[in-house]
């Protein structure tokens, strides 16, 4: 093999080495972050059929891996229909699974949610003494990534989740100024915000 051959398979390799290691550091501070909302420290990775990466406080169930393909499925249906094109591949999303911090809600309705600190809810009716109870969290826009809570039934209210906090993660990186008009439900509005 020529000088000039080693030195090209050499830049090459330096700069796929080095993409490794930002992505790597990427998905690191996005893991962590995921930990510290949450709490949980997440020790099982796998990805869902369709190519989404999950990390989770136990091993996903098979319904809880096709639920989360069948949001992405329905996000990018909709993201289409509103002729937005960045972020509608599976591979492009992280969901963490984190461990409920409740199981119903207070009308008994079962509802496997996180508790997340109040910040902008702080004093409405969703404060619960410093936090709010919430069905998922975006924990990163690049790489998108979002919190949600394990479910062992009703993995229709899963897809939904994944619908509803993928929606954020579109408008982000599709429609900024209606992404700032919808980030936060403090001031009313709610899902599904792409119809």
């Not at 930002?22 to 796998?46: E, W």
């Not at 190519?51 to 989770?56: E, I, T």
């Not at 119903?104 to 404060?127: C, H, L, M, R, T």
Request: hydrophobic share 40%; aromatic share 12%.
């Amino acid at each position: 093999m020529g000088y000039k051959k080693i030195l090209f398979f050499s830049a090459v390799l330096f700069s796929v080495l080095t993409f490794s290691e930002l992505v790597h550091g990427q998905n690191a501070a996005v893991l962590a972050r995921a930990q510290q909302i949450s709490g949980d420290r997440f020790t099982f990775v796998t990805r869902t059929p369709r190519g989404a990466a999950v990390y989770g406080v136990s091993r996903p169930s098979r319904a809880m891996l096709a639920a989360i393909d069948q949001g992405l499925t329905d996000l990018f249906a909709v993201a289409r229909r509103n002729r937005y094109r960045t972020r509608l591949n599976y591979a492009d999303y992280t969901i963490y699974i984190a461990k409920a911090d409740r199981t119903k809600n207070a009308d008994g309705q079962y509802s496997p949610d996180i508790a997340v600190g109040a910040a902008q809810y702080a004093g409405s009716e969703y404060d619960k003494g410093g936090y709010i109870y919430a069905a998922g969290m975006v924990v990163a826009f690049s790489p998108s990534a979002f919190l949600i809570g394990e479910h062992t039934t009703n993995f229709a209210r899963v897809s939904e989740v994944v619908r509803y906090e993928g929606e954020h993660i579109v408008l982000y990186h599709n429609d900024r100024r209606r992404y700032q008009a919808t980030a936060d439900h403090s001031q009313g509005g709610g899902h599904p915000i792409l119809q």
